[in-house]
């Protein structure tokens, strides 16, 4: 079983920037669909974006032009830089690895996941 270890998250206020990433265990990352995913109190966890085996990138409407998803399949990690951060960003973020194509179905158990909070 693949283990996934987010971090990265933190206080930050409206207009800044966050890197997150997020480090699996394991030796075949690089053939891994990776996304990360998000979850606002009293909401379910929606993706945010995804990365797929070969680096092309899918994102949420919501974060595009501000969120930039990529991957580093020598150290297993995929990374998620963040900027012009709005409160409406408030959420803890997870990363999973997902069937080709089908966010939604995850292949791993959720990390502990990384809080990131939008405050001035």
């Known amino acids: 079983q693949v283990q996934l270890v987010e971090s990265g998250g933190g206080l930050v206020q409206p207009g800044g920037s966050l890197r997150l990433s997020c480090a699996a265990s394991?030796?075949?990352?690089?053939?891994?669909?990776m996304g990360w995913y998000r979850q606002a109190p009293g909401k379910q966890r929606d993706m945010v974006a995804t990365?797929?085996?070969?680096?092309?990138?899918n994102y949420v409407d919501s974060v595009k032009g501000r969120f930039t998803i990529s991957r580093d399949n020598a150290k297993n990690t995929v990374y998620l830089q963040m900027n012009s951060l709005k409160p409406e960003d408030t959420a803890v973020y997870y990363c999973?690895?997902?069937?080709?194509?089908?966010?939604?179905?995850?292949?791993?158990?959720w990390g502990q996941g990384t809080q990131v909070t939008v405050s001035s």
């Open positions: 394991g030796k075949d990352f690089s053939s891994y669909f």
């Open positions: 990365i797929t085996n070969a680096g092309s990138q």
């Open positions: 999973n690895a997902h069937v080709p194509y089908k966010h939604s179905r995850v292949l791993f158990s």
